[in-house]
Structure formats: structure tokens, C-alpha cells
């Protein structure tokens, strides 16, 4: 059994590599930097776990048929995790098409291009795991994330289509939909806050937090265990979302 996980070398995708390899499964890990990605493959390693860490860029045109042709080597994928993602914060006047066009690449392009790419092997073996990360964002809307919450309502859709596409298949579709996380994205909306309201650093946390519905922040490691038990349900063929 193969996972292959983007936005791996840090936060949720790091806590899920770590989840996911504690259960004996070979890992495939994708990320920016090779520092990162490179530091939890050693890390799952060094605890006796199997991984492979590729340092690209998903937004890039040819970085999915590359990775596919690398994990071709290794061994078919069952289980795909679209974990990588962006989250840019701007008024509505000051998102730029860039900004927009970012946030769609990284966030819904590149789970699609590599669902399309992966699903021929998950047929192939007869089941699969299809997991996207999006985000209360999907669920409903934020002030200065039209970008952000627009990619994110996006990637439901495509997970809502390919679960019902594949509803003749042993391959699952989830989409796991957590509030604030403490990642690295979050302490670039605690500084946003910090520079525009003075407020400080326990101040800034507690805000977010109290948007989630337990009122505390999210740790990655939960949200690794929601996919745990994802992988853990039936393979009846079914999508559904899941919101920590």
C-alpha cells in the first residue's frame, strides 16, 4: 500500500506522513522544499517507516507527469492525499489575478491533475483512496479570502463529481474540512491581525480560535487522525465530506 501525500515537509501534511507511516503504510512524500520533505522521509525512516520525498512544485505544468513517472518506479498509489495549499488574504479590490490565478492552481488545479493521474492506478488495483484537505472555507464564506474560499468551495465540487463518477468503484472521495489549524498558515493570519488591529500574539490566536466550533485551534496531529479513520471506513463506493 502506497500514500502519496502533497504539502508534506510541514503542518497537517507532515503530521498525516507521520500517521499514516506509524500504520505501516510506504509513504510518498511531495513538497516545496527539499529540506522539509527531505527531514520527515528521515524522520519516518529513522522510526522504521518506508518513504520517498520529491522536492516540486505542483503548480508547475509538467510536475505531476514527472511525479508520476518517479512513484511509476516504486509501485502503484492507493491512497492520494491533496494536502498542499495556499491561503492569501486581500480585500476584494486588492486581489489581483495572481493572486486568484495562485490560489486556483495550488488548490484545486493540482488535486486534479493528480487525481487524473492516479485514479488509472487505483482502478487498476481495484480500490482507492481519494482524501482532499479543504477547509470550513469550502463550507461557507470569509471576509478578504475570495480567492481562498472560492478554490477551496471549488475542490469540494471536484470531490462531490469524482465520488459520484467512481460510485461504481471501490475507490472512496473524502473531503475533510478543518477551522483553523495552527500551521504556518495560521501565524501568517495571526501577523496579519497582529499589524492591523496591535492586538498580540494570544490575542490573535484566540480570535481564530474562536471561529472554530470547539473554540480552540485545530492541532495537525487531529486532523491526521480524521484521516486515519477515514481510511479506516468501508471501501463502499461513496464520497462524503468530513468537517473536524
Known sequence: MIALITGAGRGIGRAIALALAAQGIETVLVARSEEQVGNVAREIVAAGGKAKAYALDITDPNAIDAL????????????LINNAGIAPSAKIEDTTDEIWKMAFETNVDAPFKLIRAYVPDMKSL??????????????????????????????????????????????????????????????????????????THEESV????????????????EVAAVVLRELEMPLDPRGREVIV
Do not use: D, Q
Request: hydrophobic share 40%; net charge positive; with cysteine.
Open 206 to 221: 484566540a480570535e481564530l480560535g474562536a471561529m472554530n466550533k470547539n473554540a480552540v485551534i485545530i492541532e495537525p496531529e
Open 68 to 79: 508520476y513517472e518517479k512513484t511509476s518506479g516504486i509501485g502503484r498509489v492507493s491512497i
Open 126 to 199: 481495484g480500490e482507492g483512496r481519494i482524501i482532499n484537505i479543504a477547509s470550513t472555507a469550502a463550507l461557507e464564506g470569509f471576509s478578504y479570502t475570495s480567492a481562498y474560499t472560492s478554490s477551496k468551495h471549488a475542490l469540494i465540487g471536484l470531490s462531490r463529481a469524482i465520488a459520484r463518477e467512481l460510485s461504481r468503484s471501490k475507490i472512496r472521495v473524502s473531503t475533510i474540512c478543518p477551522g483553523f489549524v495552527r500551521t504556518n498558515i495560521l501565524e501568517a493570519s495571526v501577523a496579519n491581525i497582529m499589524s492591523k488591529t496591535g492586538k
